[in-house]
């Protein structure tokens, strides 16, 4: 897993050993088994190890190709290092040990950049070529591994986190606008900026070019997603039998590892098939599992508590199974310090997976993870079904762009932002980025109902997934586990994309006759429909219990809507509405109190809007005034 850091100084000045030792030390958590530093006149590169492949010297970092030429400092893991190093050693390299860094670094000597693209696994690489002059950085297909950089045209740093970045002399920490107008539209980023100005995050697929010639960072993108070529002529049988079948691959491949590896278990079906395939290849599994203190919670949120469907699945598959109860008063204590470690604000209410993965640390290093099968198979069917009767794109853009301002409409912005803010703005700016998601891709159509759900499970794949994975990153590296995603393997995501979305969504040939003028009640429809992933439902089969197989999805989410009327209310207002409150230089202190109101007075549920606003004032106090917390 690791945190890597580095500094390169286009215009030849030396670098200060103790300049990169600060950096590193900043991500200690994330590599508490060790650091090394290669550091040479204008370059220099740091790592934070987590040992997981090969937990002696041999595996340490950075490292040097045996010829000498390239030296890498890398963060992640290659489940496929073992084919990668056969075929090295048949063209003449040799190896002293058996980590998958030095398969890359061998890899760089044999083939150069481009063999990045042959990695099956997650990673951020930096990689400088001593010959050419030249520093690399690529990150992994999908975006499993964060990787920020930041240039003012004399030198690149970058980091697997921002507050790397942030202890670079030369650094000063502005907002960025921009980013902020998006968070509080989307709960999300679209683009790779982030709050720092500055910052930007490299994006996923993507590698990084840089020598003192260079006057720029040249980015050259070598993968993406493709929905728009599925094979219409698989059987939905055939598709169910690979899906099974390349599944059981992705998670025994992912079991490689030194050290003891472990399964997040909630009660649905995609961790739980992922418990169901680790478990045949390990004699007693390890499983963790975060419940919710129910006691004062009412409504819809009554069934968030998922422990029972997790102790069922526990004691079917014979796990050493590990549970954690979270209650309201557990959100104040670990608001300001998962707002450090997430630096980058994105996606959802995040504080039960800071939770269960420092539970899970304290029994292994490595935890698998089920993210990725409901963008891959269709999980979220109730938004699909809002766009998939568009007429054409503009009416696609005008529904879907309506859903996805999840947390402030743009005719809201002028009450949502101070003055000040609102001035510098560009309140078309969210709208112009939620597009170009859809426009830079030139291959995707929008004449057919099926042509809009391929459109979508894009537009979430390269969106809202990306924000799930650093989350995911950020939090458990918190803890210094490692978490890992079989749905994200290559084999697998490469069919799941060729797979007709007919056979992904159970209920599409009902839909599609549906005359949605004729319900009173459009979104309650929308909901109703829970058809998605069906194909992998039924590949699952054999692997679980019927009950889990056939249960209603559910997101893993504590029941904040009631706990922000009752236990914490008062902690809300206090932080929210006081004289001390940072973040109301830029947001209006008059449209948070009118929010607040709104929920504490069950009007409107804006327990994920609350949620955002407690987060950007943390993370005003952390970063912009460099408050401390107990």
Not at 271 to 279: K, L, N, Q
Request: aromatic fraction near 14%; glycine fraction near 6%; include cysteine.
């Amino acid at each position: 897993m690791c945190g890597v850091a580095g500094i390169f100084n286009l215009n030849g000045a030396p670098i200060a050993r103790q300049t990169i030792k600060k950096m590193a030390d900043t991500m200690a958590h994330r590599g508490p088994d060790g650091e090394g530093f290669f550091i040479e006149n204008n370059i220099a590169l740091a790592h934070r190890r987590l040992a997981i492949l090969d937990v002696s010297e041999r595996g340490a970092q950075p490292m040097s190709s045996h010829d000498g030429d390239w030296v890498i400092s890398f963060n992640g893991c290659i489940y496929n290092y073992l084919e990668l190093q056969q075929e090295l050693r048949s063209k003449g390299h040799s190896f002293v040990s058996t980590s998958d860094t030095e398969v890359i670094s061998e890899g760089l000597a044999a083939y150069g950049p481009s063999f990045f693209e042959r990695l099956n696994g997650m990673f951020v690489v930096a990689a400088w070529h001593k010959k050419e002059n030249t520093l690399y950085l690529s990150r992994d297909r999908f975006g499993v591994k964060p990787l920020y950089y930041w240039f003012n045209h004399k030198s690149l740093v970058f980091a697997s986190e921002v507050k790397a970045i942030i202890a670079h002399p030369d650094y000063k920490i502005g907002v960025d606008l921009d980013a902020l107008n998006q968070y509080f539209t989307f709960q999300n980023v679209f683009t790779y900026n982030t709050l720092f100005k500055g910052v930007t995050m490299l994006p996923p697929a993507n590698t990084v070019k840089i020598n003192s010639l260079s006057n720029h960072v040249h980015h050259y993108s070598w993968w993406d997603y493709n929905f728009t070529e599925p094979d219409n002529n698989m059987s939905f049988d055939e598709a169910k039998e690979e899906t099974k079948r390349l599944f059981s691959n992705a998670v025994a491949r992912q079991m490689v590892s030194d050290v003891p590896v472990g399964s997040y278990l909630s009660g649905g079906m995609d961790s739980g098939s992922i418990a169901a395939v680790a478990s045949k290849h390990v004699s007693r599994l390890t499983t963790f599992t975060a419940g919710f203190d129910m006691s004062e919670v009412t409504g819809v949120e009554a069934n968030y508590d998922e422990r029972r469907d997790a102790e069922l699945m526990a004691n079917h598959f014979k796990t050493e199974h590990y549970e954690q109860v979270i209650n309201a008063g557990d959100l104040s204590w670990s608001l300001p310090r998962l707002v450090y470690h997430l630096e980058d604000l994105r996606v959802g209410m995040s504080y039960p997976n800071y939770y269960i993965s420092r539970l899970a640390s304290k029994f292994v290093k490595v935890c698998l993870q089920g993210t990725g099968g409901d963008e891959l198979y269709g999980g979220y069917p109730w938004r699909y079904y809002r766009v998939f009767k568009s007429l054409n794109q503009s009416e696609f853009f005008d529904n879907y762009y309506g859903f996805w301002q999840r947390l402030v409409a743009d005719e809201d912005k002028k009450r949502l932002f101070t003055k000040d803010v609102f001035s510098k703005i560009d309140l078309r700016g969210p709208r112009d980025v939620f597009e170009r998601v859809f426009t830079f891709n030139e291959k995707l159509k929008y004449d057919t109902p099926e042509h809009h759900i391929e459109n979508s499970l894009y537009f979430e794949i390269k969106t809202f997934l990306p924000g799930l994975l650093l989350v995911g990153d950020k939090l458990a590296m918190a803890s210094g586990l490692e978490e890992r995603f079989p749905f994200l393997d290559n084999d697998l995501v490469n069919f799941s994309q060729k797979i007709p979305v007919r056979h992904k969504l159970g209920n599409l040939e009902n839909r599609l006759k549906i005359d949605e003028n004729s319900y009173g009640d459009k979104r309650k429809t929308y909901q109703e429909f829970d058809d998605g992933k069906n194909v992998l439902r039924k590949a699952m089969m054999d692997f679980l219990p019927e009950r889990i197989i056939n249960r209603k999805k559910q997101g893993f989410s504590a029941p904040d809507e009631s706990w922000y009327r009752g236990e914490n209310a008062q902690y809300i207002k206090d932080l929210l509405l006081s004289k001390k409150t940072v973040s109301s230089e830029f947001i209006d202190p008059a449209y948070v109190e009118h929010i607040i109101h709104e929920h504490m007075d069950k009007r409107i549920n804006h327990r994920l809007l609350i949620w955002s606003f407690m987060n950007f004032e943390w993370w005003c106090k952390i970063f912009l005034n460099n408050e401390k917390f107990d």
